[in-house]
């Protein structure tokens, strides 16, 4: 079984400050990793995933993740927000043997001018 | 490419009313998910289908739920009768399938509010 914990329920940090989200993963088989984003009334769209090609992904709209096993970690970054990266974001995982997707609680990111 | 599509986008309705939510997969696409929504609880997975067949509904809260996937174009969520607690934001995704990692593209979902 598959499952992520998402720390922070709310996160805020100033415009160019560093965004650091965390997300941590439980998963008995080697996992496929995602972040996606959720703005206001939207949909969620992919940030980026992980699937075992390389362990630092990047991603849309300047994010990156690094996926450290030993720490069975997958956070997303991005060195200087911006206002518009003001959304929900979702940690996922997927495990080798179904397509399906368990997703985290969410973190939601505010940006303070 | 137009994404995944779901109808109603906005829906009021009375208690112990009919609703029926409908989703349009991306073309090509093998796999559909359902999810519901809400502040208390979150992104919840109701039920997905592969290949229009359903792989797992454990995550159906009650009977009054039902989902089908008649064909690879077109599912319905359905929840008779309809309760107050029913209130949340619906969401399809599809995904082309084939195993894990694969992306799942979301619809813009559909907003229900019960009465």
């Known amino acids: 079984a598959q499952s992520v914990t998402q720390l922070g329920s709310h996160v805020s940090v100033s415009e160019g400050a560093l965004v650091l989200l965390r997300c941590n993963y439980s998963?008995?088989?080697?996992?496929?990793l995602f972040w996606y984003v959720q703005y206001p009334n939207q949909g969620l769209q992919l940030l980026l995933k992980?699937?075992?090609?390389?362990?630092l992904v990047k991603g849309i709209n300047g994010f990156e993740a690094e996926f450290k096993k030993s720490e069975t970690s997958f956070h997303l970054t991005k060195p200087s927000a911006h206002m518009s990266d003001a959304a929900e974001y979702f940690c996922?995982?997927?495990?080798?043997?179904?397509?399906?997707?368990?997703f985290g609680s969410g973190t939601r990111l505010s940006i303070r001018p | 490419d137009a994404g995944v599509i779901q109808s109603p986008r906005h829906e009021v309705t009375e208690m112990g009313q009919e609703v029926t939510l409908r989703c349009k997969p991306i073309?090509?696409?093998?796999?559909l998910f359902w999810y519901r929504q809400t502040m208390m609880r979150g992104l919840e997975l109701l039920i997905y289908f592969n290949n229009n067949v359903p792989i797992d509904d454990s995550g159906m809260p009650e009977d009054r739920f039902s989902a089908k996937m008649p064909n690879a174009s077109f599912s319905t969520l359905k929840i008779q009768p309809s309760e107050p607690r029913d209130s949340a934001v619906y969401f399809c995704?599809?995904?082309?399938?084939?195993?894990?990692?694969?992306?799942?593209?979301f619809g813009e979902g559909s907003w229900l509010t019960v009465v």
């Open positions: 073309s090509g696409h093998n796999s």
């Open positions: 995704a599809s995904s082309p399938g084939g195993g894990s990692g694969n992306t799942i593209y």
């Open positions: 996922a995982v997927s495990g080798s043997s179904a397509s399906k997707i368990i």
């Open positions: 992980y699937t075992s090609a390389a362990t």
């Open positions: 998963s008995s088989v080697p996992p496929y």
